[in-house]
């Protein structure tokens, strides 16, 4: 499947998560998040955010495969939108970043997107680790199954090889049509490793990779899907040669015409949760709500004008409680209450 799109590039967000053998059994995992905007300026908090990265965000942790327990996990914030200035009262977005650590001891269960929302969700903490965690968590399930129908329990791996990796990004772009319209383009990339020698060929050490790819059109600033179409690719050593891609467009369909915007994750597990072998189209598409509000940032020139002419000091922001720095009674959310209001960067 290709990816067609018309439109200027507006922003990318990538992930990855990758988990490697320990000597213990258990598994090292390190997964980043990474928001490249590609044009404009946006106006906020006092400041100006250019191009470039705006968010850069890591997770480690240790996870037991045995028990599937996330035995450690610890985050680092390299790149922030919210660095400790005037305008935030000495406040930026690291503040809570040890509230993540009490996920360690949590089960990968059904209740770990639960916990961890309680743990990080909203005004306890920052809304790109809980995006990246939410992956992880899911992807690690997802990757303890696969490893096991692949080559069983406990296989004979040399410490510090890599077990699985998958990487997401998601492409946004501005359309050509005079409509408000934005088009995305999503590519998920799962590679499991086979044990192999410390030196092999790099063929050797392949298992079986997935592959999704998917091109959206969504209105703005409704986040109302009007197109999609999604396709998948699975290979094995055996296959590798001879698999063809396949389009899932019945397993998205009835998505035409939702908004991906509140509640979509829980109508995405409403229509997918329930089937297994879909759990890598799922996680994917859970991934495009929180892209696409990075997106909105770049969308439009006519934001900075606008604030050119106001006497707004804060300038865009975030909703109420959406992150810790934009959360009620935090410096940010006073001055924005003071001045009246502002427009908020999330639709």
């Given at each position: 499947m290709r990816l067609d799109v018309q439109g200027h590039p507006i922003h990318t967000r990538a992930l990855a998560?990758?988990?490697?053998?320990?000597?213990?059994?258990?598994?090292?995992?390190?997964?980043?998040?990474?928001d490249l905007r590609k044009r404009g300026l946006v106006p906020v908090a006092g400041d100006l955010q250019?191009?470039?990265?705006?968010?850069?965000?890591q997770l480690d942790a240790v996870i037991d495969p045995a028990n599937a327990i996330i035995e450690q996990i610890a985050a680092q914030q390299p790149n922030v939108a919210f660095e400790p200035s005037a305008m935030t009262d000495g406040e930026q977005c690291r503040d809570p970043i040890r509230a993540i650590e009490a996920m360690a001891g949590a089960r990968l269960d059904a209740g770990f997107s639960r916990r961890l929302s309680e743990v990080i969700g909203g005004p306890r903490g920052c809304s790109h680790l809980l995006t990246l965690a939410h992956l992880l968590g899911s992807t690690a399930v997802w990757m303890i199954e696969r490893d096991r129908s692949l080559f069983g329990t406990n296989p004979a791996r040399l410490v510090g090889q890599r077990v699985f990796r998958r990487d997401l990004i998601i492409d946004g772009f501005e359309t050509p049509e005079a409509d408000g319209s934005m088009a995305l383009t999503l590519e998920l990339a799962d590679l499991n490793f086979a044990p192999s020698p410390a030196v092999a060929r790099p063929m050797d050490r392949y298992a079986a990779d997935q592959e999704i790819r998917g091109v959206f059109n969504i209105g703005f600033p409704t986040f109302e899907l009007r197109q999609i179409a999604v396709a998948e690719r699975r290979r094995d050593a055996a296959t590798f040669d001879s698999a063809e891609w396949s389009d899932l467009d019945q397993s998205v369909a009835g998505l035409v015409g939702v908004r991906f915007g509140f509640g979509i994750t829980a109508e995405l597990l409403r229509r997918l949760g329930e089937r297994a072998s879909d759990r890598p189209l799922l996680d994917a598409l859970l991934m495009v709500a929180p892209a696409l509000i990075q997106c909105t940032a770049a969308l439009?020139?006519?934001?900075?004008a606008a604030f050119k002419k106001s006497a707004s000091l804060v300038g865009?922001?975030?909703?109420?409680?959406?992150?810790?720095?934009?959360?009620?009674?935090?410096?940010?959310?006073?001055?924005?209450?003071?001045e009246g209001g502002v427009v908020p960067l999330r639709p």
């Open positions: 998560v990758t988990f490697t053998q320990r000597a213990d059994q258990k598994l090292d995992v390190r997964g980043y998040v990474i250019g191009t470039g990265i705006i968010h850069q965000m439009s020139d006519s934001w900075p865009m922001g975030g909703l109420p409680d959406s992150c810790y720095m934009w959360r009620r009674n935090g410096a940010l959310s006073r001055a924005r209450e003071a």
